[in-house]
């Protein structure tokens, strides 16, 4: 189908989108689509296919091709993009929490290790400029982190954006485009006529 969707494992969308990859792969390999498909090098969605769709001689098996076709698709429409949003907002959620989080651990273990070192090294005036430096290696540490997760929660936005983007353009194609048939096409098993 040409299809891969970015799911994680814990997307409900992955199990029904291979459910119905399987079952048109099946309906296409019985109507002898896939064979022909991988013959020419066409992917799924040009006007070659069409021609190869509507080019299966058994009606019957040419409308339970389309429908097959037509039920994965319609749900990639309906599904993908969501997904997608989803995965990419909780995403986003993690870095916003993190962002609202100053990461006091480790600074403070090194503004420790700066103080004690100083302290071994020049007795209380290495201590106090252990702390110096260490202040300001943590605060490098928490700004560097912070950073990090800025620049993470700003990529997020701009995938969301863009799926947003791409479910706003498809939503604004035609049926035939998005799906790459028609619903009279799936009844009939005739293409339309232009």
């Known amino acids: 189908m040409g299809l891969t969707p970015k799911v994680d494992k814990y997307s409900v969308y992955r199990d029904e989108w291979y459910r119905l990859t399987a079952e048109c792969e099946v309906a296409e390999s019985r109507a002898g689509i896939l064979e022909a498909m991988k013959a020419r090098k066409l992917y799924s969605g040009t006007d070659d296919t069409r021609r190869i769709y ?5 009606i019957d098996l040419r409308r339970a091709t389309i429908a097959a076709h037509r039920k994965l698709m319609l749900y990639v429409q309906i599904h993908y993009y969501e997904s ?4 990419e907002s909780a995403i ?17 273990l090194i503004g420790c290790a700066a103080v004690y070192f100083g302290y071994v090294f020049a007795g209380t005036v290495g201590a106090i400029s252990g702390g110096l ?23 997020a936005e701009k995938v969301i954006a863009s799926y947003r983007k791409q479910q706003a353009e498809n939503a604004a194609k035609s049926e035939i485009d998005r799906i790459h048939f028609t619903l009279e096409e799936e009844k009939s098993g005739q293409p339309r006529s232009w």
Do not use: E
């Open 133 to 155: 430096v260490g202040f300001f290696a943590g605060q490098a540490y928490i700004n560097n982190t912070r950073q990090v997760d800025k620049h993470a929660a700003d990529a």
């Open 54 to 58: 509507f080019g299966v001689p058994d």
């Open 84 to 87: 997608q949003i989803q995965d």
């Open 92 to 108: 986003l959620s993690k870095t916003r929490l993190n962002l609202s989080y100053w990461p006091w651990k480790i600074p403070a």
